[in-house]
């Protein structure tokens, strides 16, 4: 049993913009947070702010892209979801549990759209088939 989770049961519909139950039930999902996002989490409202004041699309992108400038970051909502993915790959994490952490229904849509190869990922498998070719003619 996990620790520390969510419930993910609602999204939010840029057409009629509002929140709404998700189209799947696999978007029905609960998902872990980590040890250090619930440090966050804690912090956060140990100092009495909301974390989810107002649930609307482009209210949490607005928010999330002003909070990353303001420590550094050029990096969309969005753009940390491709980001966590190709994280959790680069991690070892198996596939199918990154499928379902991402909400996904298809495994495609996770390897092929939310994956992204760095070039240490590339060498890591380099190295990983150079050792198994030699391990296997020795």
């Not at 947070?33 to 100092?47: A, G, M, R, Y």
């Not at 939310?114 to 890591?124: K, V």
Request: glycine share 4%; aromatic share 10%; charged share 25%.
């Amino acid at each position: 049993m996990l620790e520390h989770t969510t419930k993910v049961s609602k999204s939010y519909d840029v057409t009629t913009k509002r929140v709404i139950t998700p189209k799947t039930s696999s978007a029905n999902q609960i998902i872990p947070l980590f040890p250090e996002t619930c440090k966050v989490i804690d912090e956060i409202q140990k100092n009495g702010a909301e974390i989810f004041h107002f649930i609307g699309k482009q209210s949490i992108t607005k928010t999330f892209a002003k909070r990353a400038r303001d420590y550094g970051f050029l990096l969309s909502l969005h753009g940390l979801r491709h980001y966590f993915a190709t994280q959790c790959l680069e991690a070892k994490i198996e596939e199918k549990i990154v499928q379902k952490w991402l909400g996904h229904t298809k495994y495609e849509i996770t390897i092929n759209t939310y994956s992204h190869i760095n070039m240490g990922f590339e060498e890591e498998a380099i190295r990983t088939l150079t050792e198994f070719w030699r391990k296997k003619t020795h």
